[in-house]
């Protein structure tokens, strides 16, 4: 803020000098706290905003308690930093509220490091609804000096007062202008203020109690040529009052309006970028604008770049689509929410400022919209009315831009009765814009880095069926809360022969896109070996192999089980992964199965142990990584009790019990690492569901597995399902006999969802799909086998191999239910 005169319309003298003094403005609430702190008040005082807020106004001003009549200090003031005397009036009978009109004068106080300083201050008390129950206002004026001649001006002659503002050529502008004084305060508490400033008395400098200079926030400071003698009134022939000598500034006009707008600048600096988040930093540029360098802002962005698309391609034209983000403004809330409403998504006409800015990249200053240029830029918009937002407005529109490329821009607009935007505003403009565009350029990367990572991580992710023979699953995923959110964790399970279910997860070591390819190449290996029927711990021996040979840096844990619904029974392996738990249908207890830790993936020269634990129907089995249950600077075996506890937790639904466990495990969401959980409900398969025969190596025994097949069908109530079995085991069976050696054939049907068929012989080597010609009498089994059937496939088991089929049912049973 500024101590001056207001601009005077007509010609200044030839030696007329400009210049600039900060004004000080500090509003004091109703228990004597600061509640306003501004800019000039951490000039003059040495005081920041953050310090000052809050703070008795009695431990910052110069009050008279700060220095007793003896000059040691008193109860107020900063003890050990400063010492004042009075003249005149004391601030503090202002300050303790004992006097109820306003009051002006002068202190002369002693800082350490800086000197003395003389304070010229007034006081006002107010009055009203809200907290605020005086304002103070304070300049140096000791950087006062006369400017005429280059004599020097005894500054004792300068005293703070008040006047009328009526007193004054040009009133009503001056009375207009003051609500400058109070920029960073809403409109509501800045008019409430202002209004009394103008009933009790305007803020004046008197020079030799002759003339007075009124306080406002001005640049120019007009001098007078001539002065009336000592004790001299105005003759009536003496006309308007004529420029008055008033000292000049130390600092140069010129250099003080750059080091405000470099002060304004770099704390909007301060302010914006403290999130990667694109959306809040939109917000953030906004809102530091408002109120102390414009009356409304309103910012838009490509919707590609809010998207998170990437950068834009090529400039943008009529068709591009820009998404308003934000709006901020100090006019009554919601004044503007129909006119320009948040969120919407607009393609800007070719005649406007908007589109001039955003095309050529460059700002555009309209210092004042008439009503016929209003009319025009409006009318440029359907079904949208612009007019009682623009009109005799000053806008400044500023384009957001990074590496030349325009990704958004900002509708700057002051009010009526403020000073108008000019070159000076544009510059600053544009370099606020440009300080942004990179903030957003950088909210901008790394919300793309982000979506592509995650989009990465989900095409690793597998799509788990629901249910699986003789199981239900259901599974969750969350990202981590730390920047580079993807990380290495997986889940997967695996469709095995025998009805069973091979249940897998992982953790890779660290987070970021290697560590979601290194789990991408692991989970690929997983998937390969389960479908080959390894052993849990040679599967895990065979990935440790694996691991050691890619790279010393993959390193990982892993759980691998495998459920039998048939023989309910789960075979398990661990590679250093936290335990299972294993939560019982009987009695609800949830228990962590003890098994053989094993070492990390990666590791090598560690044998796995593979462990068997006995389940019923109905029992779950929790599998997750460690960011699930691990907190920092608290012991691991706190997460597992919490874990088991939530696990135990009755749940109408395998999808309720994984919410169960992830609101109890990780309640705020700000989890910093990556989680994985796989719950699975082991439900069985009953023995009135599965069928199995002993057949002989003989050709007669091809007649009779189609029979046994037949009748076990039509027991089951799925006569549709007759012809198509008989065919496709009579050729399975048929191999069988012809390849097997010298043990029995095992035939198995296992109905759940679908029909499973199994044969299995003492061959070890696996079928093989022949491409039969016309004229072969052989090799046509497979083939049979594989356009009936919705899948099939071949295995190595310990004692040959097993040739299974499914089958799809038109008519499929009807599910247990189960009593969690």
Same mark, same amino acid.
Request: include cysteine.
């Given at each position: 803020?500024?101590?001056?005169?207001?601009?005077?319309?007509?010609?200044?003298?030839?030696?007329?000098?400009?210049?600039?003094?900060?004004?000080?403005?500090?509003?004091?609430?109703?228990?004597?706290?600061?509640?306003?702190?501004?800019?000039?008040?951490?000039?003059?005082?040495?005081? &920041?905003?953050?310090?000052?807020?809050?703070?008795?106004?009695?431990?910052?001003?110069?009050?008279?308690?700060?220095?007793?009549?003896?000059?040691?200090?008193?109860?107020?003031?900063?003890? !050990?930093?400063?010492?004042?005397?009075?003249?005149?009036?004391?601030?503090?009978?202002?300050?303790?509220?004992?006097?109820?009109?306003?009051?002006?004068?002068?202190?002369?106080?002693?800082?350490?490091?800086?000197?003395?300083?003389?304070?010229?201050?007034?006081?006002?008390?107010?009055?009203?609804?809200?907290?605020?129950?005086?304002?103070?206002?304070?300049?140096?004026?000791?950087?006062?000096?006369?400017?005429?001649?280059?004599?020097?001006?005894?500054?004792?002659?300068?005293?703070?007062?008040?006047?009328? *503002?009526?007193?004054?050529? !040009?009133?009503?502008?001056?009375?207009?202008?003051?609500?400058?004084?109070?920029?960073?305060?809403?409109?509501?508490?800045?008019?409430?203020?202002?209004?009394?400033?103008?009933?009790? !008395?305007?803020?004046?400098?008197?020079?030799? *109690?002759?003339?007075?200079?009124?306080?406002?926030?001005?640049?120019?400071?007009?001098?007078?040529?001539?002065? $009336?003698?000592?004790?001299?009134?105005?003759?009536?022939?003496?006309?308007?009052? +004529?420029?008055?000598?008033?000292?000049?500034?130390?600092?140069?006009?010129?250099?003080?309006?750059?080091?405000?707008?470099?002060?304004?600048?770099?704390?909007?600096?301060?302010?914006?970028?403290?999130?990667?988040?694109?959306?809040?930093?939109?917000?953030?540029?906004?809102?530091?604008?408002?109120?102390?360098?414009?009356?409304?802002?309103?910012?838009?962005?490509?919707?590609?770049?809010?998207?998170?698309?990437?950068?834009?391609?090529?400039?943008?034209?009529?068709?591009?689509?820009?998404?308003?983000?934000?709006?901020?403004?100090?006019?009554?809330?919601?004044?503007?929410?129909?006119?320009?409403?948040?969120?919407?998504?607009? +393609?800007?006409?070719?005649?406007?400022?908007?589109? %001039?800015?955003?095309? @050529?990249?460059?700002?555009?200053?309209?210092?004042?919209?008439?009503?016929?240029?209003?009319?025009?830029?409006?009318?440029?918009?359907?079904?949208?009315?612009?007019?009682?937002?623009?009109?005799?407005?000053?806008?400044?529109?500023?384009?957001?831009?990074? $590496?030349?490329?325009?990704?958004?821009?900002?509708?700057?607009?002051?009010?009526?009765?403020?000073?108008?935007?000019?070159?000076?505003?544009?510059?600053?403009?544009?370099?606020?814009?440009?300080?942004? !565009?990179?903030?957003?350029?950088?909210?901008?990367?790394?919300?793309?880095?982000?979506?592509?990572?995650?989009?990465?991580?989900?095409?690793? /992710?597998?799509?788990?069926?629901?249910?699986?023979?003789?199981?239900?699953?259901?599974?969750?995923?969350?990202?981590?809360?730390?920047?580079?959110?993807?990380?290495?964790?997986?889940?997967?399970?695996?469709?095995?022969?025998?009805?069973?279910?091979?249940?897998?997860?992982?953790?890779?070591?660290?987070?970021?896109?290697?560590?979601?390819?290194?789990?991408?190449?692991?989970?690929?290996?997983?998937? @390969?070996?389960?479908?080959?029927?390894?052993?849990?711990?040679?599967?895990?021996?065979?990935?440790?192999?694996?691991?050691?040979? /890619?790279?010393? %840096?993959?390193?990982?844990?892993?759980?691998?089980?495998?459920?039998?619904?048939?023989?309910?029974?789960?075979?398990?392996?661990?590679?250093?992964?936290?335990?299972?738990?294993?939560?019982?249908?009987?009695?609800?207890?949830?228990?962590?199965?003890?098994?053989?830790?094993?070492?990390?993936?990666?590791?090598?020269?560690?044998?796995?142990?593979?462990? &068997?634990?006995?389940?019923?129907?109905?029992?779950?089995?929790?599998?997750?990584?460690?960011?699930?249950?691990?907190?920092?600077?608290?012991?691991?075996?706190?997460?597992?009790?919490?874990?088991?506890?939530? +696990?135990?937790?009755?749940?109408?639904?395998?999808?309720?019990?994984?919410?169960?466990?992830?609101?109890?495990?990780?309640?705020?969401?700000?989890?910093?690492?990556?989680?994985?959980?796989?719950?699975?409900?082991?439900?069985?398969?009953?023995?009135?569901?599965?069928?199995?025969?002993?057949?002989?190596?003989?050709?007669?025994?091809?007649?009779?597995?189609? $029979?046994?097949?037949?009748?076990?069908?039509?027991?089951?109530?799925?006569?549709?399902?007759?012809?198509?079995?008989?065919?496709?085991?009579?050729?399975?069976?048929?191999?069988?006999?012809?390849?097997?050696?010298? *043990? *029995?054939?095992?035939?198995?049907?296992?109905?759940?969802?679908? /029909?499973?068929?199994?044969?299995?012989?003492?061959?070890?080597?696996?079928?093989?799909?022949?491409?039969?010609?016309?004229?072969?009498?052989?090799?046509?089994?497979?083939?049979?086998?594989?356009?009936?059937?919705?899948?099939?496939? @071949?295995?190595?088991?310990?004692?040959?191999?097993?040739?299974?089929?499914?089958?799809?049912?038109?008519?499929?049973?009807?599910?247990?239910?189960?009593?969690?």
């Amino acid at each position: 803020m500024d101590l001056g005169v207001p601009p005077q319309r007509t010609p200044q003298p030839r030696d007329a000098a400009a210049g600039r003094v900060p004004l000080a403005v500090v509003v004091v609430d109703a228990d004597g706290l600061v509640s306003h702190w501004s800019t000039g008040a951490r000039r003059l005082f040495g005081v &920041t905003r953050q310090e000052a807020l809050g703070c008795p106004a009695g431990e910052l001003l110069p009050v008279y308690g700060a220095l007793g009549k003896d000059g040691g200090l008193g109860d107020g003031g900063l003890a !050990g930093d400063r010492a004042h005397e009075e003249f005149g009036p004391e601030l503090d009978s202002s300050l303790s509220g004992t006097v109820a009109y306003p009051a002006a004068g002068r202190a002369r106080v002693d800082e350490a490091g800086r000197g003395r300083i003389d304070v010229l201050w007034w006081a006002y008390p107010l009055v009203g609804p809200g907290s605020e129950r005086l304002l103070v206002l304070a300049a140096d004026a000791a950087q006062l000096r006369d400017g005429d001649r280059g004599e020097g001006r005894d500054t004792e002659t300068i005293a703070p007062g008040f006047a009328l *503002h009526t007193d004054f050529p !040009g009133y009503q502008e001056l009375a207009g202008r003051l609500p400058e004084i109070l920029p960073s305060m809403s409109v509501h508490e800045a008019t409430r203020i202002v209004s009394q400033v103008l009933e009790l !008395g305007y803020p004046v400098l008197e020079f030799s *109690h002759l003339d007075q200079v009124p306080v406002t926030p001005d640049w120019g400071v007009p001098r007078r040529n001539t002065r $009336r003698p000592a004790g001299s009134p105005p003759g009536d022939g003496d006309g308007p009052p +004529a420029p008055l000598a008033v000292p000049r500034p130390e600092l140069d006009l010129e250099y003080a309006a750059v080091r405000e707008r470099l002060e304004f600048l770099n704390e909007v600096s301060g302010r914006i970028g403290t999130s990667l988040d694109l959306e809040r930093t939109i917000r953030e540029v906004t809102s530091a604008a408002v109120p102390r360098f414009t009356d409304f802002a309103g910012t838009h962005l490509r919707a590609a770049v809010l998207a998170g698309e990437g950068f834009p391609d090529g400039p943008p034209d009529v068709t591009t689509i820009w998404h308003r983000v934000w709006v901020e403004h100090n006019d009554e809330p919601g004044r503007w929410d129909d006119t320009v409403p948040v969120g919407e998504s607009i +393609a800007f006409p070719e005649h406007t400022p908007f589109f %001039q800015c955003m095309v @050529t990249g460059e700002p555009v200053l309209i210092p004042y919209a008439s009503e016929e240029l209003s009319n025009r830029i409006s009318d440029e918009f359907e079904k949208r009315d612009l007019r009682p937002l623009i009109t005799r407005r000053s806008l400044l529109i500023a384009p957001l831009k990074a $590496r030349d490329v325009v990704l958004g821009f900002m509708v700057l607009m002051r009010r009526p009765g403020r000073e108008p935007f000019d070159d000076m505003d544009r510059t600053t403009g544009a370099e606020l814009a440009a300080r942004a !565009g990179l903030v957003l350029d950088n909210a901008r990367m790394y919300t793309y880095q982000e979506n592509v990572a995650e989009t990465l991580q989900d095409s690793m /992710l597998p799509q788990v069926e629901p249910r699986m023979a003789g199981c239900d699953i259901a599974t969750r995923y969350l990202p981590g809360a730390r920047l580079g959110r993807v990380g290495g964790d997986w889940f997967d399970s695996v469709k095995l022969p025998g009805s069973r279910t091979a249940l897998v997860v992982g953790d890779v070591m660290g987070h970021g896109l290697n560590s979601a390819a290194m789990m991408g190449q692991l989970r690929t290996a997983v998937l @390969t070996m389960a479908t080959m029927e390894m052993p849990p711990a040679q599967l895990l021996r065979n990935l440790d192999d694996l691991a050691q040979r /890619l790279g010393e %840096q993959y390193l990982a844990t892993c759980l691998y089980a495998v459920y039998d619904p048939i023989r309910s029974e789960v075979q398990i392996a661990n590679a250093g992964h936290i335990p299972p738990v294993l939560v019982r249908a009987e009695d609800g207890r949830a228990e962590l199965l003890a098994l053989p830790t094993g070492a990390p993936i990666g590791v090598g020269g560690v044998a796995f142990e593979t462990a &068997t634990v006995r389940v019923r129907p109905g029992d779950r089995l929790v599998l997750c990584t460690d960011g699930l249950v691990e907190v920092r600077g608290q012991d691991i075996g706190a997460g597992l009790a919490a874990l088991c506890a939530s +696990a135990a937790h009755p749940a109408a639904s395998m999808d309720d019990a994984c919410d169960t466990i992830i609101r109890a495990l990780n309640p705020s969401g700000g989890r910093k690492d990556d989680v994985a959980l796989l719950m699975a409900r082991l439900n069985g398969i009953p023995d009135g569901d599965v069928a199995e025969w002993q057949l002989a190596l003989d050709p007669r025994e091809v007649a009779r597995s189609r $029979r046994l097949v037949r009748g076990k069908l039509l027991d089951w109530d799925l006569p549709d399902a007759v012809e198509a079995a008989e065919l496709m085991v009579s050729e399975l069976v048929t191999n069988a006999v012809k390849h097997g050696r010298t *043990h *029995h054939i095992g035939l198995r049907l296992v109905r759940t969802g679908a /029909l499973l068929c199994e044969v299995s012989d003492d061959e070890p080597a696996p079928a093989a799909l022949l491409d039969a010609a016309a004229h072969d009498e052989h090799g046509r089994g497979l083939l049979v086998v594989s356009s009936l059937a919705r899948e099939w496939g @071949t295995s190595t088991t310990a004692h040959g191999k097993t040739v299974w089929f499914e089958q799809a049912l038109s008519r499929i049973p009807r599910p247990r239910s189960h009593t969690w």
